[in-house]
């Protein structure tokens, strides 16, 4: 089992930036094998952002590439800085990994972290 906390999220004008944070907790946090970000704006289904393998480069869907960026930080934490922002990077951000163990594979969804690019 993975939980997953995400932080980071609120009010930014337009051209603005945030850092978003997502934590893995649980019994299976070494078994991850890929973390992606996904995003939901109102009224839209929710859409693949970025996905972090374990081994391997760092992919970004095209509309993000350039102005969002992923890194490491304590405790398995990892962050996306999202920056240049405009209305339409508004939604609910979410972060998701896969896990893959003797039992298989599992996937786990954080809460979400609102992000709202308005002035």
């Known amino acids: 089992q993975v939980q997953l906390v995400e932080s980071g999220g609120g009010l930014v004008q337009p051209g603005g930036a945030l850092r978003l944070s997502c934590t893995p907790s649980?019994?299976?946090?070494?078994?991850?094998?890929?973390l992606t970000w996904h995003r939901q704006a109102p009224g839209r289904q929710r859409e693949w952002l970025v996905t972090?393998?374990?081994?391997?480069?760092t992919k970004y869907t095209d509309g993000v590439k350039g102005r969002f960026f992923t890194s490491a930080g304590l405790n398995r934490t990892r962050f996306l800085q999202i920056t240049a922002l405009t209305p339409d990077d508004t939604g609910m951000y979410y972060c998701?990994?896969?896990?893959?163990?003797?039992?298989?594979?599992?996937?786990?969804w954080g809460q979400g972290t609102q992000v709202t690019v308005s002035s």
């Open positions: 998701r990994v896969v896990t893959r163990t003797l039992a298989g594979e599992a996937e786990y």
């Open positions: 649980g019994t299976d946090v070494d078994y991850i094998e890929t």
């Open positions: 972090h393998p374990r081994n391997g480069a």
